[in-house]
Every structure is written in C-alpha cells, then in structure tokens.
C-alpha cells in the first residue's frame, strides 16, 4: 500500500511520464548504438543464420552490418534524448525492434528472454511515438 506522501509525490510528477519513457528508451538506443560501435562482433552473432546467408551474398559482414546499426542507432537515440524528430526517430526505433524480434525468433528458442525484453522496447517505443505524434497534432 503506498503512503500518502507517495502517493503525493507520483501525483505531482506524474506529469513527466512521457518525457521519462522517451528518456528511457532514447537512452537505451543510444548507448546500444555506442556499444555496437565499440563491439560489433558480439551484436553480430545475435544475427540469425538467414539473414547472415543473405548479408553475405551481397557482400555484408556481421560486424559491417553491426557498425551501420550502431550509428543509427545513436542518431536515433540522441534525438529521442533532445527531443528531437522525436515522432520519426520513435517510429524507426519501433520498426528496427520490430526486426530485431522477427531476427532473434528466426535465431532458434536460445534467445527467448532477449525477445521478451525486447518486446516491452518495442511497446515502449511505439507509446512514445504515438506520444510525440498526438503532441505534435496538438
């Protein structure tokens, strides 16, 4: 049961909900994009076998692929944080869980509690593009 003075105090703030989701997830994107940059081989074995085969009849490495990523990723991230885009960055980071779900399934069962995180990202994702996109309508 929460107490009064908490109660009191998730009242007051409860205001800034939208702005601590897009924090949130601007900040994860971010700094898995950073992380890709620094480490693109371990982001690059989370590839599934199918896509791999496909990467690498056009010529595309893992790693290569892996570094892309990164970089929108951090693009995304920064201006989800600034707020910034904020409708389009939310949207593209929607869509990329999206296929990074579809590629972790595709992976075998090994990856299950990584798809079930990254399914609440993705709903996180979304809330904050429906957000922004009712604000700027607004």
């Known amino acids: 049961m ?3 003075s ?3 105090f998730l009242e ?3 205001e800034h909900s939208s702005t601590v989701f897009r924090l949130g997830i601007g900040t994860v994107i971010l700094f898995s994009g950073v992380h890709k940059l620094v480490n693109p081989a371990v982001w ?3 590839i599934a076998p199918v896509f ?3 990467m690498s ?3 595309l490495t893992g790693t290569l692929f892996m570094k892309a990523n990164g970089v929108f990723e951090i693009l995304f991230g920064a201006a989800l944080t600034l707020d910034k ?3 389009v960055a939310a949207g593209l980071v929607t869509l990329s869980m999206a296929g990074i779900i579809l590629n972790l399934a595709l992976g075998g069962a090994g990856y299950m509690d990584v798809i079930i995180r990254d399914i609440g990202l993705l709903l996180l994702a979304l809330g904050v593009t429906l957000q922004s996109a009712r604000r700027e309508k607004e």
């Open 6 to 8: 908490l109660k009191e």
């Open 12 to 14: 007051r703030y409860s």
């Open 85 to 87: 885009y904020t409708t």
């Open 2 to 4: 929460l107490t009064d």
């Open 52 to 54: 791999a085969d496909l």
């Open 57 to 59: 009849q056009i010529g």
């Open 44 to 46: 690059a074995s989370y």
